[in-house]
């Protein structure tokens, strides 16, 4: 299962990069069509005029094919036919924002169930059997707004994959014995997670960002709560949210859309809806904003530093327009030749920074994060915050690399559908916290955001806001540099 590495945040990916490769330039790729805020190389930009990237005239829209079954389940089909594979994935909104710390790391805990006996196949040694008999794999994730379960085979064996997943989602047994294994596997997890020094960092800008829910932007889960979790609850939170009217049924590959719309209403058309809306009966909590910017020091056994600055950022369907201007920003502030790298990375302050936002409904988080060497801890802390001073300055970025960061963001979604199966994950994400109609109109959106807009996103969200500011960095290195609280905050 994927849920321990698919991190909630940003933050952890970052790091893992810029420890992974300290020589090469690290760029978080705020891409949308990533499904996450991924970290990629652009080591090939370099040097280059960012005005060599222009935007196509035409715009690469992914050619989706979508309807709503009467019990309220989307199909969403996306077709390629150049080899004969497809993926079959279920998504639900479902994840860590539906869970309070008494049901925290439920859905996490029922990823690793879906796979296991159900009512068409009760001995899960003929499931994994049958299933790899036919060359068929499998996986699934939870994150903070969304749970996605998948298959990806060949073309023929499109009907049966079609029932697994149908009795996968309708019919589990949630087998005591099962039940008990998959719980000690992510207890497991969690310990994994917490033997890993840059958990504590991820945890503290979690718990100080989201501070009177943190657990709404926790996907792991909590130990308490998993340990002492029973078949029962898992049955709770099937009743709540694994139903027609909140989840999606995804395809992509080598299929045809009509097909699968009616091979969607055999297996899935009798699926009983759920009367009333679970976000109506169980509403979404309101992440309060920050009341004052916070500085705190970690120490834990690292070799460098880790410098992480985190703001409340905008929220899908109360400010649509900032998000596109996010995008369009950090990508442009991640390219090597931009002056936020030059003045950070260029100059020897940092060995890597990073900056991103990450699509969320329910309050997304903007996130800077810097490795530097203890040595450089306190200079690198003020040059980062006297760029973000000039981050709506006139000059801080071209029109050419406004515009290249756009034709960047667009071919980038290109190349994310050179693997469908991958792609359909992208889908099942926007589907779960935008709605297909943001994903639709993204594009055309993000070719439209001007200098006014990433002004507007910079000062409503960045610049004199409330922040979380940390540290990470061993004993020994902090009682040589003493970095203070204040300091982390700009003061």
Same mark, same amino acid.
């Given at each position: 299962?994927?849920?321990?590495?698919?991190?909630?945040?940003?933050?952890?990916?970052?790091?893992?990069?810029?420890?992974?490769?300290?020589?090469?330039?690290?760029?978080?790729?705020?891409?949308?069509?990533?499904?996450?805020?991924?970290?990629?190389?652009?080591?090939?930009?370099?040097?280059?005029?960012?005005?060599?990237?222009?935007?196509?005239?035409?715009?690469?829209?992914?050619?989706?094919?979508?309807?709503?079954?009467?019990?309220?389940?989307?199909?969403?089909?996306?077709?390629?036919?150049?080899?004969?594979?497809?993926?079959?994935?279920?998504?639900?909104?479902?994840?860590?924002?539906?869970?309070?710390?008494?049901?925290?790391?439920?859905?996490?805990?029922?990823?690793?169930?879906?796979?296991?006996?159900?009512?068409?196949?009760?001995?899960?040694?003929?499931?994994?059997?049958?299933?790899?008999?036919?060359?068929?794999?499998?996986?699934?994730?939870?994150?903070?707004?969304?749970?996605?379960?998948?298959?990806?085979?060949?073309?023929?064996?499109?009907?049966?994959?079609?029932?697994?997943?149908?009795?996968?989602?309708?019919?589990?047994?949630?087998?005591?014995?099962?039940?008990?294994?998959?719980?000690?596997?992510?207890?497991?997890?969690?310990?994994?997670?917490?033997?890993?020094?840059?958990?504590?960092?991820?945890?503290?800008?979690?718990?100080?960002?989201?501070?009177?829910?943190?657990?709404?932007?926790?996907?792991?889960?909590?130990?308490?709560?998993? @340990? !002492?979790?029973?078949?029962?609850?898992?049955?709770? #939170?099937? %009743?709540?949210?694994?139903?027609?009217?909140?989840? /999606? =049924? +995804?395809?992509?590959?080598?299929?045809?859309?009509?097909?699968?719309?009616?091979?969607?209403?055999?297996?899935?058309?009798?699926?009983?809806?759920?009367?009333?809306?679970?976000?109506?009966?169980?509403?979404?909590?309101?992440?309060?904003?920050?009341?004052?910017?916070?500085?705190?020091?970690?120490?834990?056994?690292?070799?460098?530093?880790?410098?992480?600055?985190?703001?409340?950022?905008?929220?899908?369907?109360?400010?649509?327009? @900032? !998000?596109?201007?996010?995008?369009?920003?950090?990508? #442009?502030? %991640?390219?090597?030749?931009?002056?936020?790298?030059? /003045? =950070? +990375?260029?100059?020897?302050?940092?060995?890597?920074?990073?900056?991103?936002?990450?699509?969320?409904?329910?309050?997304?988080?903007?996130?800077?994060?810097?490795?530097?060497?203890?040595?450089?801890?306190?200079?690198?802390?003020?040059?980062?915050?006297?760029?973000?001073?000039?981050?709506?300055?006139?000059?801080?970025?071209?029109?050419?690399?406004?515009?290249?960061?756009?034709?960047?963001?667009?071919?980038?979604?290109?190349?994310?559908?050179?693997?469908?199966?991958?792609?359909?994950?992208?889908?099942?994400?926007?589907?779960?916290?935008?709605?297909?109609?943001?994903?639709?109109?993204?594009?055309?959106?993000?070719?439209?955001?001007?200098?006014?807009?990433?002004?507007?996103?910079?000062?409503?969200?960045?610049?004199?806001?409330?922040?979380?500011?940390?540290?990470?960095?061993?004993?020994?290195?902090?009682?040589?540099?003493?970095?203070?609280?204040?300091?982390?905050?700009?003061?």
């Amino acid at each position: 299962m994927e849920s321990s590495v698919k991190r909630s945040f940003l933050l952890l990916l970052v790091i893992w990069s810029l420890l992974a490769t300290p020589a090469v330039n690290t760029a978080v790729n705020t891409a949308a069509f990533a499904g996450e805020r991924r970290i990629v190389q652009q080591p090939r930009t370099r040097g280059a005029k960012q005005g060599a990237a222009t935007a196509p005239a035409r715009l690469p829209q992914a050619q989706l094919a979508n309807r709503i079954l009467a019990n309220g389940l989307e199909i969403i089909v996306l077709e390629d036919h150049s080899i004969p594979l497809v993926t079959i994935e279920m998504a639900a909104k479902n994840g860590s924002y539906t869970e309070p710390p008494e049901l925290n790391g439920l859905s996490h805990l029922y990823e690793h169930m879906f796979f296991k006996t159900n009512r068409a196949i009760a001995n899960q040694e003929d499931y994994v059997r049958t299933i790899g008999q036919l060359g068929i794999a499998y996986n699934a994730s939870t994150r903070e707004e969304v749970v996605n379960y998948f298959f990806t085979t060949t073309s023929q064996n499109l009907n049966t994959a079609m029932k697994f997943m149908r009795d996968s989602i309708r019919y589990p047994l949630f087998d005591e014995r099962e039940f008990e294994r998959e719980r000690e596997v992510v207890i497991g997890e969690i310990d994994r997670n917490e033997s890993n020094p840059f958990y504590y960092l991820n945890k503290e800008m979690n718990d100080r960002l989201f501070y009177k829910y943190p657990s709404r932007k926790e996907p792991l889960g909590n130990r308490q709560t998993v @340990s !002492t979790a029973t078949p029962a609850m898992m049955r709770l #939170i099937q %009743s709540r949210y694994y139903v027609p009217n909140n989840s /999606a =049924l +995804v395809v992509t590959g080598d299929v045809n859309a009509e097909d699968i719309f009616k091979m969607a209403q055999e297996f899935y058309g009798d699926w009983p809806r759920r009367e009333k809306d679970p976000f109506v009966e169980f509403p979404l909590v309101e992440h309060p904003p920050l009341p004052k910017s916070e500085g705190v020091v970690i120490t834990q056994p690292v070799q460098n530093v880790i410098i992480n600055i985190g703001w409340h950022g905008p929220s899908i369907g109360k400010d649509d327009a @900032s !998000t596109y201007a996010a995008d369009v920003f950090s990508f #442009i502030l %991640s390219q090597p030749n931009s002056r936020f790298q030059r /003045a =950070l +990375v260029d100059s020897g302050l940092t060995t890597g920074v990073g900056i991103g936002y990450y699509t969320q409904r329910n309050v997304g988080p903007i996130s800077i994060i810097a490795q530097t060497t203890p040595d450089k801890a306190h200079a690198a802390i003020k040059a980062i915050y006297n760029e973000v001073a000039h981050f709506n300055d006139k000059d801080y970025f071209t029109d050419e690399q406004l515009e290249s960061a756009k034709a960047l963001l667009e071919a980038d979604d290109l190349y994310s559908r050179e693997k469908l199966s991958e792609y359909a994950h992208t889908l099942s994400f926007w589907w779960a916290s935008t709605g297909l109609e943001y994903f639709r109109g993204y594009l055309g959106r993000l070719r439209a955001t001007s200098r006014q807009d990433i002004s507007r996103y910079v000062t409503t969200y960045i610049q004199g806001k409330p922040h979380v500011a940390l540290a990470l960095l061993s004993a020994e290195a902090q009682e040589k540099v003493k970095l203070q609280a204040e300091e982390l905050t700009g003061k």
